[in-house]
């Protein structure tokens, strides 16, 4: 199998195989918590770490991981890393920790990351699949905040608030109110209204799609009209 370049993981990712708005894996953590900015990048955070440490694990076991239990032991790597940060959002983000509740378990079962594991780390080597790891978990973790932020625009008014439960003191200005006396809408930050945000944030990447590929054939210089040979038989007077 081919390597592919870092410029091709790094567009694939972010952009053209993004797990979120493309493949549509992990949209259960996706669309449960991303009611506010902080809780969108926490979950993003934990989940960028875990897949790109689970990248370069099971890249470095690939060879000596017998095909029958592969994929028990794929799960076995992710669920102990899953673990680990578990623990360390409990030490250091315990409030944040609590309000993620069963979605920093549920990494351990995301399909975003089991998914990479199988397809792509387990074929090529610890550095590119842990780069490949990073992109990918970039390009999840910047939809979810993305989702998040829009979410907590218009359900609140207001933007990054409660940063503090994430980054310490320090962020404790960092809230925008960008309306005020706002009442609030109240289906932006329910279930329903995660479904309608992400639905339309996939419609403008398909559409920016579009337009770029009309650009790209645009572009193209218009191919000559092929000539045609004529053939002519008997006698010409």
Known sequence: MSTPSYRELTVNGLWKNNPAL???LGLCPLLGVSNSAVNALGLGL???LVLTCSNIGVSLVRGVVNTAVRLPAFVMIIAALTTCIELLMQAFTYELYQ???IFIPLITTNCVILGRADGFAAKHNPLIAGFDGVVMGIGFCLVLVVLGGLRELFGTGALFANMHLLFGPIANDWQITLFNDYKGFLLAILP???????GLLIALKNRIDQQLAERARAAQPAAPAASRRVRVT????
């Open 22 to 24: 493309v493949q549509l």
């Open 192 to 198: 329903p209204g995660a479904f309608i945000v992400l």
């Open 99 to 101: 309000i993620l509740g």
């Open 234 to 237: 008997g006698v010409i007077e």
């Open 46 to 48: 934990a989940t960028m």
